[in-house]
């Protein structure tokens, strides 16, 4: 991933944040986007070079006129090792496993989310599933570039492993049989949610400890993915706050 473009305001701004992401920033001369100059700012500060560019070159380079007058080639982006996410996990913790889930707008969302819920991390499957991509930094507004994401060339193996470490695993499904809100949380929660259409995959499901759902009014079936996480991972950092 070599030489990625990212850009807008809230982007290019949580990379600037995180230091020694940019290489290199590109601003067009003529934005009057709110927010330009707290990203001139940042520049500066963490020391990072940047062009001023006509507003059709920076058109060219992010392939689209959506981007706020800012763009940033960054560093290719890097996957955390499970066992250096586990060794920075705190007592409580909570992990997110996105089964197969598809759309960058819905991942990315999760994943800002996720990091609001105070996760430690998010394991993304190698297969069947989106991978780390400037599309996911957009979606979760940079986020994504804070929040440690574990590469699983097999998510039920990890599941296993991550259970042997003494983690419990639940999975999210709209028919499972454990209601959300009656739910104890242990101290190590594996949350999973499975893929936007077809749900949790049947090898995946047989490893968790507990499958939970949400219990819904007004005869709905099933919620958008990115919100039935967020009530979930917020629902658990509660109890984990106590």
């Given at each position: 991933?070599?030489?990625?473009?990212?850009?807008?305001?809230?982007?290019?701004?949580?990379?600037?944040?995180?230091?020694?992401?940019?290489?290199?920033l590109?601003?067009?001369?003529?934005?009057?986007?709110?927010?330009?100059?707290?990203?001139?700012?940042?520049?500066?500060?963490?020391?990072?070079?940047?062009?001023?560019?006509?507003?059709?070159?920076?058109?060219?380079?992010?392939?689209?006129?959506?981007?706020?007058?800012?763009?940033?080639?960054?560093?290719p982006?890097?996957y955390?090792a499970?066992?250096?996410c586990?060794?920075?996990?705190?007592?409580?913790?909570?992990?997110?496993?996105?089964?197969?889930?598809?759309?960058?707008?819905n991942?990315?969302?999760i994943?800002?989310?996720a990091?609001?819920?105070?996760?430690?991390?998010?394991?993304?499957?190698?297969?069947?599933?989106?991978?780390?991509?400037?599309?996911?930094?957009r979606?979760?507004?940079?986020?994504?570039?804070?929040?440690?994401?574990?590469?699983?060339?097999?998510?039920?193996?990890?599941?296993?492993?991550?259970?042997?470490?003494?983690?419990?695993?639940?999975?999210?499904?709209?028919?499972g049989?454990?209601?959300?809100?009656?739910?104890?949380?242990?101290?190590r929660?594996?949350?999973?949610?499975?893929?936007?259409?077809?749900?949790?995959?049947?090898?995946?499901?047989?490893?968790?400890?507990?499958?939970?759902?949400?219990?819904l009014?007004n005869?709905?079936?099933?919620?958008?993915?990115?919100?039935?996480?967020?009530?979930?991972?917020?629902?658990?950092?509660?109890?984990?706050?106590?």
């Amino acid at each position: 991933m070599a030489g990625t473009i990212i850009h807008g305001i809230n982007a290019v701004s949580e990379a600037l944040l995180q230091g020694g992401v940019v290489n290199r920033l590109y601003l067009a001369r003529e934005s009057r986007a709110h927010g330009y100059q707290k990203v001139v700012d940042l520049a500066r500060e963490h020391q990072v070079p940047f062009d001023f560019v006509p507003q059709a070159k920076l058109n060219e380079l992010t392939g689209t006129q959506e981007h706020q007058g800012v763009a940033a080639s960054i560093s290719p982006m890097q996957y955390t090792a499970l066992e250096d996410c586990l060794a920075a996990c705190p007592p409580k913790a909570i992990l997110l496993a996105l089964d197969q889930v598809q759309h960058p707008k819905n991942i990315g969302m999760i994943i800002r989310t996720a990091a609001g819920a105070g996760v430690s991390g998010v394991l993304l499957p190698a297969r069947g599933g989106m991978l780390l991509d400037e599309s996911l930094i957009r979606a979760s507004a940079g986020v994504l570039l804070r929040m440690p994401i574990v590469l699983a060339p097999n998510l039920s193996r990890d599941l296993e492993i991550l259970k042997k470490d003494g983690w419990w695993i639940f999975a999210l499904d709209a028919h499972g049989a454990q209601p959300l809100y009656t739910t104890t949380w242990p101290d190590r929660v594996v949350l999973v949610v499975g893929n936007e259409t077809k749900g949790l995959r049947p090898g995946v499901r047989k490893v968790c400890d507990t499958v939970v759902a949400i219990p819904l009014a007004n005869a709905l079936d099933s919620l958008n993915v990115s919100v039935a996480a967020g009530i979930a991972l917020f629902h658990i950092a509660e109890q984990h706050a106590r």
